[in-house]
């Protein structure tokens, strides 16, 4: 996994979620394109991956696990904001966003790479 590319990615995901919450007009055309855009990373984050050759990681973990693992604090961050009036995102962003950045996404991380460890056995050791 190439970590400064998934992070560069998890922060093009950040820098993105402003614009469209305030630009996009309707809820749906919001959601749309955050959809859009997370179809668009996914192949990315595959062209990323260095466990595709790995013999003791199953090919699942690079096709479905990291995508994941990368995906959804953005998604689930952009989806918390959706119902949320424009006007109400930007004065708490200066906290939230690193909270989510450096706390949440690196505590996922771990909880996601034990559920493939311990429980999908994607993951030998």
Request: aromatic content about 20%; some cysteine; glycine content about 4%.
């Amino acid at each position: 996994m190439s970590y400064a590319g998934n992070f560069g990615i998890v922060i093009g995901f950040y820098a993105v979620k402003p614009i469209l919450l305030r630009f996009c007009r309707s809820r749906w055309a919001q959601l749309a394109a955050f959809l859009f855009l997370v179809a668009c990373a996914v192949p990315l984050i595959h062209s990323l991956s260095t466990d595709w050759d790995n013999p003791d990681v199953s090919r699942l973990s690079p096709l479905i696990g990291e995508p994941i693992l990368v995906l959804a604090v953005p998604l689930f961050s952009f989806l918390f904001d959706i119902p949320q009036p424009n006007r109400t995102f930007f004065p708490n962003w200066k906290w939230r966003i690193p909270l989510e950045i450096f706390v949440i996404l690196p505590l996922w991380g771990a909880i996601w790479i034990a559920v493939e460890f311990f429980f999908l056995d994607w993951v030998w050791f």
